[in-house]
């Protein structure tokens, strides 16, 4: 697909069918659009989580208490090691949320070009999310996504709302 048209096309899922898994190879190519993001000094500090087991999804889930999130096959824990990740002399910023996030947005993108819905969540239970997956020290969690195919019968909104380039662009 051209790239204009999926980005345009891309948009968040809020539906979930329980019983359609994406296939491991489908997985393994939207997770190589992670793994090949770029990164700070190519640091790489993130680890892609794949909560598949029905044990893990049991503890996962209740750490977003939307009925729909309840339905995914397969929710995507983006973690990073704060301490392998670079920083910046000058004033210790560390480039972790960058990097993680920018991993993010390969995946979720590489994820509509598989036809795979996603929806970026921030708002979770981060305590609750970080002792499921037993988050290590130095570990920070960064994002989550759903990951599987839409419920039959759902059809995108295509009604992006956004602001006018002319408000967000500025030629200095
Ligand atoms: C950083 C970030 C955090 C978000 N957190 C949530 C969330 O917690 N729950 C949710 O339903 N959607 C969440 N979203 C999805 C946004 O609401 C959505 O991207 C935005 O409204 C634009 O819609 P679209 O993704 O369909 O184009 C988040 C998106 C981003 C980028």
Not at 88 to 99: A, Q
């Amino acid at each position: 697909m051209d790239f204009y048209q999926l980005i345009e096309e891309r948009e968040s899922v809020r539906s979930y069918d329980s019983k359609k898994p994406v296939p491991p190879k489908v997985l393994e190519r939207i997770l190589n659009a992670g793994r090949i993001a770029p990164s700070a000094s190519n640091k790489q500090p993130w680890t892609f989580l794949v909560v598949s087991s029905e044990e893990m999804l049991k503890k996962v889930r209740p750490c977003y208490q939307r009925n729909w999130f309840q339905n995914a096959p397969q929710i995507l824990v983006i973690v990073g090691d704060k301490s392998k990740a670079w920083v910046r002399k000058k004033d210790g910023l560390n480039s972790i949320e960058t990097d993680l996030t920018i991993a993010m947005d390969h995946i979720i993108l590489a994820a509509e070009n598989e036809s795979v819905g996603t929806c970026w969540i921030l708002d979770y239970d981060y305590e609750m999310l970080a002792k499921a997956i037993g988050l290590k020290e130095n570990e920070v969690i960064c994002c989550i996504t759903p990951l599987g195919y839409p419920e039959s019968g759902y059809h995108k909104r295509r009604n992006k709302i956004r602001k006018p380039l002319d408000e967000v662009v500025r030629y200095i």
